[in-house]
């Protein structure tokens, strides 16, 4: 995978392959302009995740919920930080059926899984797996859906980190979301 993807040119990287992924715009801190406020004037709440051009910060500012007023109280104190800021309509973790990484490789498939409400940090970041598979069928239909997506697509030694909610979600208004593709490590992924 090309090293020098800040996080939302990756989001875009998995809409580009046709996965569904939420809705969102880039606030880059050196944009004076308050063309955002178009954006989330049309929302009663909104999503917000930030990142610095120059290095992987896991500590950056995050909120997953936040009323529009305090979005406009908080985008420009998070830019004056020098942070980009990805502000989304949002997607409520209440509404998760589960999360998990998916590791794929030309010759395998590895599924961990957290259940029931709560983000895909839990298995990337928590280290809370409540289920794992290694195979493209499971004992779960809903899963079986998003693996099918994973298998069908071109890309090997990769991770892919995604959800799946009770109501549909993101720009596809579908149920299954991916939020990233990463490389394994290996430098053999063909992204």
């Not at 989001?11 to 801190?29: A, H, M, S």
Request: some cysteine; glycine content about 4%.
């Amino acid at each position: 995978m090309r090293k020098n993807r800040n996080k939302y040119e990756r989001i875009q990287f998995v809409r580009d392959l046709g996965f569904n992924t939420e809705e969102n715009i880039l606030i880059k801190p050196t944009d004076l302009s308050n063309n955002y406020r178009k954006f989330l004037n049309d929302l009663e709440k909104c999503s917000l995740r930030s990142f610095r051009e120059e290095f992987e910060d896991f500590n950056s500012p995050a909120h997953p919920i936040l009323t529009k007023k305090e979005a406009y109280s908080i985008i420009p104190k998070i830019r004056k930080q020098g942070y980009n800021i990805i502000l989304a309509k949002p997607i409520d973790p209440k509404d998760c059926l589960f999360a998990g990484a998916v590791y794929k490789t030309s010759k395998n498939i590895v599924t961990e899984i957290a259940d029931g409400p709560g983000t895909v940090r839990r298995v990337t970041r928590d280290g809370k797996i409540d289920r794992s598979y290694s195979a493209y069928e499971t004992d779960d239909k809903k899963l079986n859906k998003c693996l099918a997506e994973f298998k069908n697509c071109h890309l090997e030694n990769v991770i892919f980190e995604f959800s799946y909610y009770k109501i549909p979600v993101g720009y596809k208004k579908q149920n299954f979301i991916v939020w990233e593709i990463t490389d394994d490590g290996s430098n053999n992924s063909r992204v």
